[in-house]
């Protein structure tokens, strides 16, 4: 009975204080205005005069594994666990090695005669969180029959602090 009466005048003192008990505990004040999230890609393929990629792909291997990598950076600072999302402009069908579909404008083509929706594999991996540097990668594997053809990889990351989205600059990759 007694450590509940302690208990209660405790609670009773340190809630009816007007200054607060916890002086340290202060809100952040922001030290600049908006700046947004800039996602800076790693160069790890060459590049042409043209600002496209190029990726040599496996003449052994049915499919060739790349890993992208870059960074998230505000103020540049790197951005810690911060959703990246990756896409891809090619999926191969599973089951059928002989053709491949790309999505160009939200149109899809394809050389294929028929294919089905539920059987597309995307070549690149759809998302990644950044780690405490702002550092991001994901895989990305195109298939042997995509040789000569050039692959665009879409990245966009959502801002938690402010409430919106971003997005990179298209990377376009020839297929060597």
Known sequence: MFNRFIFSLFILVFTSCTEPYFPFIQSVEEEDDYSPIIFILQDNLPIDANGY???????NTWQT???LDGYLLRNGQGMNVTKMGWGG????MYGDFSCYVKNIGNQMFTDC???DENMLVPICNGSSYSRED????????????M???TITIETGWYDDWYGIEGRGEPIKIVLD
């Open 147 to 149: 040789l000569n053809d």
């Open 113 to 115: 005669n028929e294919y």
């Open 53 to 59: 990629y190029h990726l040599t792909l496996n003449r």
């Open 134 to 145: 702002g550092s991001v990668s994901t895989m990305i594997a195109p298939v042997l029959i």
């Open 89 to 92: 402009s090619h999926y191969w």
């Open 65 to 67: 594994l790349h890993r």
